[in-house]
């Protein structure tokens, strides 16, 4: 067997640490946000209710990366994308914010792992609305890097298939 | 001379920030016009004069790559430019996308001054 040069041979804190640079960058780009790590510190889950978006890719390797906000983080980000106030945009600027930085991020972060030379398709980024209790289950997961955005945790979690068609 | 560009995109933030970098961007933009898929957006096209049509891929119902496919195949929209708004920043894909005839491409995020670069090129004399 021929080992796929497009296949990362990566540890999960390899990864982690690829993600966190890749999400810096482009929240800086896209939205002028700056982020922290949440470090040892428990993740503050305020609020009843977060948005989860959810992006799949395939290519020479394939997975999904997901990205967990509360309402209020998704807002702010709308609203600086846009150079807007919170208070002009609506509940779906806000969801679409959320949908679009987890396709940023996820095209960066293959550019990252596999370079340019190789294709993947993305497939559209799904929303759904989850429980304070589901965001803290998902920042625990081993996949998943929680950071701070202005006062706000984003759980930015990833999980790569990396043994996918490897021939 | 004003141009009269058409956005398409299934997000409402992708299409108000395409139409707010647009009007940054300090091309001679006349009106913008908005289509959320492939689908509405060749019904623009039959109602409008549209000089450039920026788009997405990902999107319901017709795709972007459909739409380009769709306009490529009838003589009434082979030539009109478009330049995709993509986040995957593969070569392997821009030269597939040349293929089609696509001649811009620009990957998210992106300035109202990048925008600039690949529209203004592409823009009809």
Same mark, same amino acid.
């Given at each position: 067997? /021929?080992?796929?040069?497009?296949?990362?041979?990566?540890? *999960?804190?390899?990864?982690?640490?690829?993600?966190?640079?890749?999400?810096?960058?482009?929240?800086?780009?896209?939205?002028?946000?700056?982020? +922290?790590?949440? *470090? +040892?510190? =428990?993740?503050?889950?305020?609020?009843?209710?977060?948005?989860?978006?959810?992006?799949?890719?395939? *290519?020479?390797?394939?997975?999904?990366? +997901?990205?967990? #906000?509360? =309402?209020?983080?998704?807002?702010?980000?709308?609203?600086?994308?846009?150079?807007?106030?919170?208070?002009?945009? /609506?509940?779906?600027?806000?969801?679409?914010?959320?949908?679009?930085?987890?396709?940023?991020?996820?095209?960066?972060? $293959?550019?990252?792992?596999? *370079?340019?030379?190789?294709?993947?398709?993305?497939?559209?980024?799904?929303?759904?609305?989850?429980?304070?209790?589901?965001?803290?289950?998902?920042?625990?997961?081993?996949?998943? $890097? #929680?950071?701070?955005?202005?006062?706000?945790?984003?759980?930015?979690?990833?999980?790569?298939?990396?043994?996918?068609? /490897?021939? | 001379?004003?141009?009269?560009?058409?956005?398409?995109?299934?997000?409402?933030?992708? !299409?108000?920030?395409? %139409?707010?970098?647009?009007?940054?961007?300090?091309?001679?933009?006349?009106?913008?016009?908005?289509?959320?898929?492939?689908?509405?957006?060749?019904?623009? &096209?039959?109602? !409008?004069?549209?000089?450039?049509?920026?788009?997405?891929?990902?999107?319901?119902? &017709?795709?972007?790559? @459909?739409?380009?496919?769709?306009?490529?195949?009838?003589?009434?929209?082979?030539?009109?430019?478009?330049?995709?708004?993509?986040?995957?920043?593969? %070569?392997? !894909?821009? !030269? @597939?996308?040349?293929?089609?005839?696509?001649?811009?491409?620009?990957?998210?995020?992106?300035?109202? %001054?990048?925008?600039?670069?690949?529209?203004?090129?592409?823009?009809?004399?």
């Amino acid at each position: 067997m /021929t080992e796929n040069p497009a296949i990362p041979r990566l540890a *999960g804190e390899d990864v982690h640490e690829i993600l966190y640079d890749v999400a810096a960058d482009v929240l800086e780009k896209f939205a002028f946000l700056f982020l +922290s790590p949440a *470090g +040892s510190v =428990p993740v503050p889950f305020r609020g009843r209710m977060f948005l989860h978006a959810e992006i799949e890719f395939s *290519g020479p390797f394939s997975g999904r990366l +997901s990205l967990v #906000a509360s =309402p209020s983080f998704c807002s702010l980000l709308a609203a600086n994308v846009l150079g807007m106030e919170p208070a002009e945009l /609506t509940v779906e600027h806000a969801e679409d914010a959320l949908r679009e930085l987890v396709n940023v991020i996820c095209g960066e972060l $293959l550019v990252a792992l596999a *370079g340019k030379a190789v294709i993947f398709d993305l497939s559209a980024p799904v929303l759904k609305r989850i429980s304070a209790a589901d965001a803290q289950a998902v920042a625990v997961l081993p996949e998943s $890097l #929680a950071v701070i955005v202005d006062e706000e945790p984003l759980i930015i979690a990833s999980a790569l298939c990396l043994d996918h068609d /490897t021939r | 001379m004003a141009y009269t560009i058409l956005v398409v995109d299934n997000s409402l933030l992708a !299409r108000t920030f395409m %139409e707010k970098a647009l009007r940054l961007s300090g091309l001679p933009i006349g009106e913008i016009c908005l289509a959320c898929n492939g689908r509405e957006a060749l019904q623009v &096209m039959e109602e !409008r004069w549209i000089d450039l049509v920026l788009t997405a891929i990902n999107m319901p119902e &017709m795709n972007g790559l @459909e739409l380009v496919q769709t306009m490529r195949a009838g003589p009434a929209l082979k030539n009109l430019p478009v330049v995709i708004v993509s986040s995957v920043r593969s %070569e392997a !894909r821009m !030269r @597939e996308l040349e293929q089609l005839g696509i001649k811009g491409y620009v990957t998210k995020p992106f300035t109202p %001054e990048k925008l600039k670069q690949i529209v203004e090129g592409l823009l009809p004399a």
